[in-house]
């Protein structure tokens, strides 16, 4: 059973651009969503998370949006930079295990 | 301490063997995951630990997986009569419960098992 989807498997992006990527979920009681990069031959690392009780954290140049009646959430990367270009997984706790999502693969142009 | 350390970093063996892996979490955190992550997929869990004790298996963890975390610091998984279709990066990460929340798990560099 997959309870976090990340529907689009690549997103690519111009430089300076805005990179929207999203994610969905099906379990009501996860309640602290995530956000992991990973590069090639690395553990993913983790980028920014949000609480089920807010609705938007913002770190930098990221955002994670939580819309939990639609059980979406979102990362924006603003300005894009080359060195974003990884994979990107979300994940969903609901306080023991973390259930991640098959990754979006973000490609950011010069 | 600089994070989580996984070892071996990379392992090849023969269908039929036993392998192992150590994973060595960040010092003061008492939650232990183990993760595997195929080509194309994301990371699927596998189970936990909560200091020594285990508190959740997957179904994708069969009878020839063994998980242990002795004295709550390290951790081993221990694949017996390992099968092609184990093949994958086995990832480790722990993370801190603290006052009944969990925090960001951070994880290992990985360790890629090739069975041949």
């Known amino acids: 059973d997959q309870q976090v989807k990340q529907n689009s498997p690549s997103l690519s992006v111009q430089e300076g651009r805005i990179s929207i990527l999203n994610c969905d979920y099906t379990?009501?009681?996860?309640?602290?969503f995530l956000w992991y990069k990973k590069y090639p031959a690395e553990g993913p690392t983790f980028l920014i998370s949000?609480?089920?009780?807010?609705d938007k954290n913002e770190d930098g140049r990221f955002t994670v949006f939580l819309n939990k009646s639609a059980k979406h959430l979102s990362l924006h990367i603003v300005p894009s930079q080359p060195g974003d270009s990884a994979v990107y997984f979300c994940a969903a706790s609901e306080g023991n295990d973390m259930r991640f999502g098959a990754g979006t693969r973000l490609t950011v142009k010069p | 301490d600089t994070g989580v350390s996984q070892n071996p970093r990379h392992k090849i063996t023969k269908r039929g063997q036993n392998v192992t892996f150590r994973c060595d979490p960040i010092?003061?955190?008492?939650?232990l995951y183990w993760y595997r992550q195929t080509l194309g997929q994301g990371p699927e869990f596998l189970t936990y630990f909560q200091n020594e004790a285990q508190l959740e298996k997957s179904r994708l963890l069969s009878d020839r997986f063994s998980a242990e975390r002795p004295k709550g610091s390290f951790s081993t998984l221990e694949i017996q009569r390992t099968e092609q279709g184990d093949s994958a990066m086995y990832l480790c990460?722990?993370?801190?419960?603290?006052?009944?929340?969990?925090?960001?798990?951070?994880f290992g560099q990985g360790t890629r098992l090739t069975v041949v």
């Open positions: 379990n009501s009681m996860f309640d602290y």
């Open positions: 990460a722990s993370s801190l419960l603290r006052g009944g929340t969990n925090t960001e798990a951070f």
């Open positions: 010092s003061e955190h008492n939650r």
């Open positions: 949000i609480s089920s009780i807010k």
